[in-house]
C-alpha cells in the first residue's frame, strides 16, 4: 500500500505570496490532518479534515485554510505568507477522525519564506 | 500555549545503555498518549503509546511510563541501539480530539 505523499517536497516564496500544498493520503484513508513543525515549537496541529468537511481546526490564522476533496485527497492554503510561517507542513491519514493512534504521516513539505 | 513539553532538547547514550526520554504535559484531559519517532527527511513513525487507564505500556525494547498525579511521561529504550538515533515526539490527546505534540528530543546512541 502506497503511503502519503506530499507535494512538492520543497518551496521558496516571498512575503506576501500565497501557496498551496498537497497531500494525498493512504488509500481507503478518509481523515486528513494537517501539521506545521518548527524548531522548540514540535508539531502544532492545523486541521482535520474527514469526509471533505473540516473536523477539528487549531490555534492558526485565518490566513491557514485547508479543504479535502471527494477523493479525500486534501490541499492546504497558507495567504500572505509571513517569515514565521517557514516550517515543515506535515500531512498525516488515518481511517477515521480521531484514531490518533493510527496516523500515518507524509514526508511533509519544507516552506522557506524569504 | 504548550500543553505537552519535551525539556530536552537532545540526549546522547552509549549504544546498549538506557535510554529515557521525558514528556511533562499540562492538561488533565488528555487521556491518550503517544510517542512517535522522526528520521531526517521523513514524517514521524508512531512508537507506541498508553492509554490514561494504564501505567506502562510495553513493545520489545520500548516501554512508556505514565504518571497521571505529576502529568509526566517517559519513554524508555533497553537496550539502545544506533539505529534508535532520531528525534522523538511525545504526543497527547483528550477524547479523540486533535492531538497535541512535544517539540521533540533528539536522540543521539554512539556505537
Known amino acids: 500500500k502506497a503511503g502519503v505523499t506530499q507535494t512538492p517536497r520543497y518551496l521558496i516564496k516571498t512575503r506576501g505570496q500565497q501557496v498551496t500544498l498537497s497531500c494525498s493520503p493512504i488509500?481507503?484513508?478518509?481523515?486528513v490532518s494537517w501539521y506545521q513543525q518548527t524548531p522548540g515549537q514540535g508539531l502544532q496541529f492545523l486541521f482535520e479534515y474527514f469526509s471533505e468537511t473540516q473536523r477539528n481546526k487549531g490555534n492558526f490564522p485565518g490566513r491557514f485554510s485547508g479543504r479535502q476533496f471527494s477523493n479525500s485527497r486534501s490541499e492546504m492554503n497558507v495567504s500572505t505568507l509571513e517569515l514565521g510561517d517557514s516550517a515543515l507542513y506535515l500531512c498525516?491519514?488515518?481511517?477515521?477522525?480521531?484514531?490518533?493512534?493510527?496516523?500515518?504521516f507524509g514526508p511533509g513539505t519544507r516552506l522557506t519564506v524569504t | 500555549d504548550q500543553q505537552v513539553k519535551q525539556n530536552s532538547p537532545s540526549l546522547s547514550v552509549q549504544e546498549g545503555r538506557i535510554s529515557i526520554l521525558n514528556c511533562d504535559y499540562t492538561n488533565s484531559m488528555f487521556d491518550y498518549f503517544l510517542w512517535y519517532k522522526k528520521y531526517p527527511a521523513e514524517g514521524p513513525t508512531f512508537l507506541i503509546s498508553i492509554s490514561s487507564i494504564k501505567d506502562k505500556n510495553e513493545d520489545g525494547r520500548f516501554t512508556v511510563f505514565l504518571n497521571k498525579s505529576a502529568k509526566h511521561l517517559s519513554l524508555h529504550i533497553v537496550p539502545s541501539q544506533p539505529g534508535d538515533s532520531a528525534v522523538y515526539f511525545c504526543a497527547a490527546s483528550s477524547n479523540n480530539n486533535d492531538m497535541r505534540f512535544g517539540a521533540g528530543t533528539r536522540l543521539t546512541v554512539k556505537p
Open positions: 498525516a491519514s488515518s481511517s477515521f477522525p480521531g484514531q490518533t493512534y493510527e496516523q500515518y
Open positions: 488509500s481507503g484513508h478518509r481523515s
